[in-house]
């Protein structure tokens, strides 16, 4: 079974930064195509951040464009989001969102982390 795993999530005052890291684990993993960022702030509906593809193609929301960084390392099943001159509004739990090729039935799911928090003070 294939289970996502975050990490990096945190208190930081604004202008301040933070790393995300997701780490898809499991056997049965074939191939993880794209790899998103999503956020929720209390209240209002999940966003999508942040997204790249297995070939490095990066897709940002326009709120955090210039600020924020996706990466991954395909050996390691793992993508990250580096958050530079983090604001109040950015504060929300932070999810990842992995598209994953089974390798035992070839079928193709989404998968989502637990979520992380990111407090933002002002």
């Known amino acids: 079974q294939v289970q996502l795993a975050e990490s990096g999530g945190g208190l930081v005052q604004a202008g301040g930064s933070l790393t995300l890291s997701c780490a898809a684990s499991g056997s049965s993993i074939f191939r993880i195509s794209n790899m998103g960022w999503f956020r929720q702030a209390p209240g209002k509906q999940r966003e999508l951040v942040a997204t790249?593809?297995?070939?490095?193609?990066?897709n940002y929301a326009d709120s955090v464009e210039g600020r924020f960084t996706t990466s991954r390392d395909n050996a390691k099943n793992i993508a990250y989001l580096q958050m530079n001159s983090l604001r109040p509004e950015d504060t929300a739990v932070y999810y990842c969102?992995?598209?994953?090729?089974?390798?035992?039935?070839?079928?193709?799911?989404?998968?989502w982390g637990q979520g992380t928090l990111v407090t933002v003070s002002s």
């Open positions: 969102n992995f598209g994953v090729v089974d390798s035992t039935t070839s079928s193709y799911r989404e998968l």
């Open positions: 790249i593809t297995r070939g490095g193609v990066k």
